[in-house]
């Protein structure tokens, strides 16, 4: 199994930037395909999941009304469009997936894989 996440840059505040990731070696149904930040100096912090079968969606607080999550089944492709960055959206981005389980799905121990992370960059 393989997860690319890509799409990381540097942007201003209030700039946007769409991260990709790209899944392949498993059938994902019944997963969850998330996304996963880790700032300098903190704790790796959930920002968005979505149900590769059904399309439901869960966000973190601190990311609700700026980012959507989104897939595309027929490329095995997860997005995140990030706008209205601030400086605090600076991290490391991870795409990761886990079985969903909606109870569960913010813990990073419940995820299986992991993809390398892209860098993402706001500046003030």
């Known amino acids: 199994v393989q997860l690319q996440a890509f799409g990381g840059g540097l942007v201003q505040a209030g700039g946007s930037l769409r991260l990709s990731c790209a899944a392949s070696?498993?059938?994902?149904?019944?997963?969850?395909m998330g996304w996963f930040r880790r700032a300098p100096g903190k704790e790796r912090e959930f920002v968005a999941v979505?149900?590769?079968?059904?399309?439901?969606?869960i966000y973190a607080d601190s990311v609700k009304g700026r980012f959507t999550i989104s897939k595309d089944n027929a490329k095995n492709m997860v997005y995140l469009q990030m706008n209205m960055l601030k400086p605090e959206d600076t991290a490391v981005y991870y795409c990761?997936?886990?079985?969903?389980?909606?109870?569960?799905?913010?813990?990073?121990?419940?995820?299986?894989?992991w993809g390398q992370g892209t860098e993402v960059t706001v500046s003030s």
């Open positions: 990761a997936a886990a079985p969903w389980r909606v109870s569960m799905i913010r813990l990073p121990i419940q995820y299986d894989y």
């Open positions: 070696g498993r059938t994902f149904s019944g997963y969850g």
């Open positions: 979505i149900s590769w079968s059904y399309g439901s969606t």
